[in-house]
């Protein structure tokens, strides 16, 4: 991603900060009413591109003679944009290549004076519509759109809400999932016609297939779809069901979903999770049954977990995309941890802490307020580890902090009163202080704005006897960290006496802690509740040291590669396959290939699931490395032949092509 850059008169502006109390009426934003875009487009799905003409009737809030445009494309943007006029009058184009934008101005006509209607048309043709997952997709910036506007300028990074009215044509023997409502169809021989039209979506999206199955369902007055492929009917037709609920239980408890209807897409072939493709649309990867006797529970999540996004970011409340998405994603998390606990489901599924402290062993930068353009520049997983881990992690100890009702009074006002607009960090944290009455620079500053981590530990107990009746506990805690937290220190008794006593936990080096109890001292435990993410618990964690050396390999940490050796030295040798294939991976990336090509083989013939396929593959590669092409093409073919991982019969190809370079 690039950095939000506001764009006004010069485009030079300076960014103004706003502090915004409850029920103050954020900033303008297009005028009273959304920009509405009319759009007649012809797609032809073989050939991946859509061309068309496009109408836009908006006002903007200041004077100005410049406009930008976001644009995916591949080639000349001059080519692809054409008859340009505003307000009936030609304009000139000039590309817009700005921290990885692209898209162009328009300029060279009557500068627009503050609060005027105005229009602009143009026609243009899309040559970068990806074809994935077994369907044409065009989702997002496929369109030119103008960006988020507001008193401050021209966002760049940032979509606003819109109105759209759109015609598309496209062959007959093709389905087509939308953002819109379809309001008429007609077909003409072997073209069908379709008129749609929705109210503030940021993005209109398009998939097409001439396979895609579909059925519908309706939660309270919401349509939802579901579109599959025809060896997937069980789970087209479980996920509809899950959606509805989720639906319901959203409307039920948030008072409206931000949303007309839905539409849920087909995804790969291994059950990764989902994500919103669109605004009203998103993808569940396919192959669920691969989860076992875990596939409802994780499917009911994942449900509820994309559908949840759709209150953030994707059509109702938007945030500054200066930096990461962490916002949008903690707040949709927080509305599936809700669902999650209506459903009564197993949180197990919510392994975000984990994340975040798989990056911690890393020792990634996890800063959650980090220029995105500085984001750009890193080589590891930020997405899982700062967007999802630690961003939903610190957002649960803010609710601790301030307490959970509180916490859920800033939620629903946001939701409430930031349709459509941005808002800041700054922002979020004066909501917060106003509702609990407490200063909170301290958090703000050690959980969204420094790199740092807590790792609390007991060095030392030792009691004093007082009289015949009482005991004094006396507690020696570290702090191996450098961030603090509130901590919960927990005494219990051989009486089965147990007393809570919370420190603020403000010390960097060592504190002692003296509590008096009645009887003799059982045990002392800090964090009883496991609230807090200290570094020592996670490295004796299995799952978070899978995710750890995941994360090593992804990002080539060579120098942490040793390390994470050692901590899978930790888990017993015949623990899976999954932990076998990572110790087997690592051993090659360190140049240990005798002893990868055993631990591989082991895990490869045992034939049974996507880690034996993945070992199988990673023993081509080592083969490769070692110049034995001749096993190596064995193991490719192998692959092929029995493989049932479409992903990886992919690169085997590839490799039985052109040798595997480490």
Known sequence: MAMNTILMKAFSSKIKRYVFFFFLIPAFCYGNSSPLYLIKVQIDPVKSYVEGKEIIKFEIPFSTDSIPFIFSHKGNV???????????????????????????????????????????????????????????????????????????????????????????????????????????????GKELTLNSSIKQVTYYGICLSDKFKVDEVQADGLKIYSYYFKDDPLWGNKLLGMAKNAVNFYKNHFGFYPADQLSILPGGSHPNGGFPISSNMYVIHRGLDERGKGADNFAQWITAHEIGHFYWGFGNVLFDQSYSI????????????????????????????????????????????????????????????????????VLMMLKD????????????SILNNYKGKLISIDEFQTMCEKQSGLNLDWFFKEWYK???????????????????????????????????????????????QRILKTIDGNFHDSTTININVKGSLQNVQIDPQHKLPMLSRYRLDTTTIYQAVGYALDAKNYPQYFTMLNLLKSIPATHNNYSRFLYGQLLFETGQYNSAIQILSEVADTGSGYNAEKSLLELGNIYDATNDRKKAIVVYKKEIADGKSQYLIKLSKKYLESPYAN
């Open 78 to 188: 001059n080519g692809l944009i054409r008859n340009i006029k505003v307000n009936h009058k030609p304009a000139n184009l000039t590309s817009l290549s700005q921290n990885g934008v692209s898209g162009f101005y328009l300029t060279g006509f009557d500068k627009f004076i503050k609060g005027e209607k105005q229009e602009v048309s143009f026609e243009f043709k899309s040559d970068s519509i990806p074809y994935s997952d077994g369907y044409f997709a065009a989702v997002q910036e496929w369109m030119p759109c103008m960006p988020f506007i507001d008193n401050e300028g021209f966002h760049i990074m940032q979509a606003g809400l819109k109105d759209f009215d759109l015609t598309m044509s496209f062959p007959s023997s093709y389905t087509a999932a939308t953002t819109g409502i379809i309001t008429s169809k007609k077909q003409y």
């Open 450 to 496: 420094s790199n740092g981590y807590i790792d609390y530990n007991i060095s030392h107990v030792s009691t004093k006897i007082l009289d015949s009746l009482n005991t004094q506990v006396v507690c020696c805690i570290e702090n191996r960290g450098n961030n603090y937290m509130p901590l919960d220190i927990q005494v219990e008794t051989q009486n089965g």
């Open 401 to 412: 902090v301030i307490g959970t009702k509180k916490f859920e009074k800033v939620y629903l």
């Open 326 to 393: 962490w916002f949008q994603i903690s707040m949709g998390i927080y509305a599936d941890w809700l669902f999650s606990e209506y459903a009564h489901l197993d949180k197990s599924v919510y392994d975000f802490d984990k994340r975040y402290m798989a990056g911690v062993i890393n020792n990634f930068n996890t800063t959650i307020m980090q220029p995105v353009n500085d984001l750009a520049k890193i080589n590891f997983d930020y997405n899982n580890v700062i967007d999802h881990g630690k961003s939903f992690t």
